[in-house]
């Protein structure tokens, strides 16, 4: 038997030293290096483990995969069982399994029966009960009675090693597959085994807690009961669920995931097996933040506003869509905002609507600080692309370089990938920015450093050859000539480019056209060719030619009465480059209609709300930030909600159009055959760089991106994983520290005209003149409250004592989890705050 690879199967490995071994008398060909446990997989045979994971460096911790070994290829075998996990294959080497050897049968036995000593036999009450792979291997490889009879070891249990990560230490069978994820995989070591022998134990730092982006991970890959979730224990058993396979929803990553839900509630979100995308890890927020949509404010009713009270009153499906359409043909003008969340399929469900039933190109995606600069660097460079720099490219390429991206908060997936590259392959990783974070000391990286705005002089310091791969956060959007110095940068050096967007739904609106100036499948609006054909494709006369305005102009019109009608669907308005100016918008425009999961500013304002499907309710696609379209079915059907897509072809039959479809899997199947487009591209941008000069020795500028677990409305409903949010705090050098008159511990005052926010202050190593905090957390969101986003100049000054009188609007609620030095023992282990009546949801 030989091993193959490639896309064609019967492509043998010829580039690599293949080694012929024989197992369990079968005779197979691997390539140099393999381990035996690996080997033995592929002719079928499945040795008991427990510590070896494919994704983790062997250990050889619990010695429950022995096998013997009569030949080790040199004539002379070994006198005793080998651990094949830790063993690799040599030529002539023969190897038998529990399948054929008595010895290495007994051995497996033998160590069953060791690891059980001390194991509680819990199972009925063990969260793991059911799918736990000890409980499998005690039925297959171990005794049918105990022999041990003697009190077996306890500890206090559970031990809180994180708000959301629970330790029951008496079940930990020391396969050490949490503290090697934690230091080989997240580069997190909070965790790590203590004491020796019959003592030995999972153990905490004393002065750190557990503090990771990626710590649900652990509680999958745990053997046993011993790491639990704080929200999921005691919730439910592995046979009482439906699982159902799905994709994560809260960045462009599109990382695989498994959804198990039961009596149609989501109980818990598990990471899938991808090896092209997220392999077989994800990040907390893809698992744990999923409770959002059963929230309170979950709509559940169409609403239209009475005219004569002036209040939204609930109304049937018909009538609601036909109040839009009749809103929306009557205004002299309709701009329509899409947000993040969107699918592929609702996106080009708005693109469509846009042009062919309100005859306009006033559409944008972008509910955020954006420019006119990076709408032409994605029309031109990243729309209809299809698929480029992917995950497999990043961990093979020479040397990555970061500019205005931080992966661990705002692309996870790609920060463990980025990690993998530098401890496997050597790549380099490089950051323009102000600081280094711990997450590029976690890759090994080199830090350029570089004023927020100094990105696109700051390229040519990042040492781009060929073999490099430039990353682009969107926050470039805010930076002048960024986009266009990477591009001229990209054909000077051969680097290759690509655009990271922090949403989801970012990549499939621009390739929906869901852009003032785009069309569907990279066509330009400004190409009478590609109108042309967007016309014929869709059976309509003509699409309008006029580029439309973006996200801020059409909000600026909407104030200024230029246009009666807003068409909304899933904007968070804090994201806004101006929250309250969009307020002002939705209160100046004659009529708008807002498509929306939970009640919201918009929803307040709004004459027609129509509730739509979440992201787990419906089916779709997401594309990542590669280009890969990444599909996904319904997990569930609530009764009160409908996909996007199929609302607004009850508003264009309402209208007396038809959009051609109703469902995600019309509008999937019509947005393939209209295909990409192969004519002119839209012109590149052409931006001088520059950057706003500081004025005054107070004046910094702003450093901020949005931490992977803030304020946003889609986490809402975990207080476990909420109270895992890191606390705000400003980042100051020593020198503009001094220059402020602000000593490492005060409280800073950062202000603009719009407002003023009081955040700690710590002195750290970043570049003078600069100002870093979190854009959304704890309540305190720059947008709304100073109107500043990254690259803006704020005001820094010591805080007189009062300045939290000084901020500028009411904090965000955010719930979070007591400190664990001030929880009882019971409410460390309670569920969710969404917890149904024991007698329903509990066991």
């Known amino acids: 038997m030989t091993v193959t690879q490639g896309n064609d199967p019967g492509t043998e490995l010829a580039d690599q030293n293949l080694v012929t071994l024989t197992i369990d008398d079968v005779e197979v060909s691997v390539p140099e290096g393999t ?20 994704l983790l460096a062997p250990v050889g911790a619990c010695r429950q995969c022995l096998v013997d070994v009569p030949d080790a290829g040199n004539g002379r075998g070994f006198p005793k069982p080998q651990a094949s996990c830790t063993l690799p294959v040599s030529p002539g080497m023969v190897v038998k399994t529990q399948v054929t050897s008595p010895v290495a049968d007994k051995a497996q036995t033998g160590i069953m029966e060791f690891l059980l000593v001390n194991h509680p036999l819990d199972c009925p009450m063990c969260d793991k009960g059911g799918e736990c792979p000890l409980q499998n291997q005690a039925m297959s490889h171990g ?17 809180s090693i994180s708000p959301q990560i629970l330790l029951d230490r008496e079940r930990c069978i020391l396969c050490a597959r949490c503290t090697r994820f934690s230091e080989q995989i997240a580069g997190d070591p909070f965790i790590a085994m203590a004491e020796r022998g019959a003592l030995q134990q999972v153990a905490i730092y004393e002065n750190e807690p557990y503090s990771s982006y990626f710590s649900g991970n652990v509680i999958q890959i745990c053997p046993v009961g011993a790491l639990t979730s704080s929200a999921y224990r005691f919730r439910s058993r592995p046979f009482d669920l439906v699982s159902t396979p799905s994709v994560a929803e809260h960045d462009a990553c599109g990382s695989a995931i498994r959804v198990d839900h039961r009596r149609g509630k989501v109980m818990r979100r598990m990471a899938g097996d991808d090896p092209e995308v997220n392999e077989e890890w994800i990040s907390d927020k893809d698992r744990f933040a999923f409770a959002y949509d059963r929230q309170p404010d ?36 309709v701009g329509v905002l899409t947000g993040g969340r969107l699918t592929v399929e609702d996106a080009y469900a708005y693109a469509k609507l846009a042009r062919t039933v309100l005859g306009t190109n006033d559409i944008d995606f972008r509910s955020r600080p954006h420019s006119e600069e990076e709408a032409a660097f994605l029309a031109h460079a990243v729309a209809g692309t299809g698929v480029g720099v992917t995950f497999r490219d990043l961990e093979h390429a020479k040397k990555v370089v970061l500019v205005g991206l931080e992966p661990e908060d705002e692309a996870a997936t790609i920060f463990l990938r980025l990690r993998k590259a530098w401890r ?51 926050r ?22 690509a655009w990271v967007p922090r949403r989801a739904g970012d990549r499939g609106a621009v390739e929906a056209g869901c852009l003032p100036g785009l069309l569907p499948g990279g066509r330009p609006v400004a190409d009478a060719e ?35 009608g807003l068409l909304v669907g899933g904007v968070e308005v804090d994201d806004l480059a101006d929250p309250q100016g969009a307020l002002d918008a939705v209160e100046a425009a004659g009529f708008v209609v807002s498509l929306e999961v939970r009640a919201s500013a918009v929803t307040e304002r709004a004459d027609v709300v129509l509730p739509v499907a979440a992201a787990m309710e419906k089916s779709g696609s997401y594309y990542t930030w590669e280009g890969r379209r990444r599909p996904f079915g319904a997990v569930l059907t609530p009764p009160h909600a409908l996909p996007d897509t199929r609302v607004l072809a009850g508003i264009a039959e309402a209208a007396g159009r038809d959009l051609g479809f109703r469902t995600p899997e019309g509008a999937a199947a019509e947005l393939a055959e209209l295909g990409d487009w192969d004519g002119a591209r ?15 020795p107070s004046d910094v500028v702003l450093d901020t991106w949005r931490r992977l677990i803030d304020d946003g409305r889609g986490q809402d409903g975990d207080r476990h994983y909420q109270a895992t949010a890191r606390p705000s705090v400003a980042l100051l050098s020593a020198a503009t520290a001094r220059a402020t008159g602000v000593r490492e511990g005060d409280e800073i005052v950062l202000r603009t005209d719009r407002g003023a926010v009081a955040v700690p202050v710590d002195v750290a190593d970043i570049a003078d003149g600069v100002v870093w905090t979190p854009a959304n957390s704890n309540g305190l969101s720059l947008l709304r409250i100073l109107g500043a986003a990254y690259g803006d100049v704020v005001t820094v000054e010591r805080s007189t004592g009062d300045a939290s009188d000084a901020l500028s609007g009411p904090p965000h609620p955010h719930p979070h989890a007591a400190p664990l030095d001030e929880r009882g023992p019971d409410e460390t282990a309670a569920p969710a705050e969404d917890a149904a009546p024991a007698d329903e949801e509990e066991l």
């Open 35 to 54: 381990l035996v446990i690996r080997a033995a997989e592929l002719i079928g045979v499945e040795i008991p483990r427990f510590c070896d994971h494919p």
């Open 143 to 159: 005794r049918g009675e105990s022999r041990y009879v003697e009190a077996k070891r306890t500890y206090p249990k559970p031990l």
């Open 298 to 333: 979950r709509l559940t009713r169409p609403l239209v506003r009475d005219p004569e009270t002036g209040a939204l009153e609930p109304a049937s499906w018909p009538a609601a869509f036909l109040a839009a359409a009749r809103g929306l043909t009557a205004a002299a003008g």
């Open 424 to 474: 496997h392959n050597g790549t380099e990783v490089v950051a323009l920015a102000s600081h280094a974070t711990r997450a590029l000391e976690k890759v090994g990286g080199r830090l350029v450093r570089t004023v927020p705005g100094d990105e696109a002089k700051a390229l040519g310091e990042a040492g781009l050859e060929a073999g490099t791969i430039v990353l682009l956060g969107e």
């Open 476 to 497: 470039l959007a805010t930076v002048e000539g960024a986009f266009t110095s990477a591009l001229a940068a990209a054909a000077r050096s051969g680097v290759r480019l």
């Open 530 to 564: 590609a109108r042309a054909d967007v016309s014929a494709a869709w059976g309509v006369p003509s699409v309008p030619s006029t580029a439309g305005r973006s996200t801020d102009a059409i909000l600026a019109a909407a104030r200024a009465g230029e246009i009666g």
């Open 682 to 696: 839209a012109p590149k941008p052409e931006v001088v760089p520059g950057r706003a000069p500081r004025t005054d």
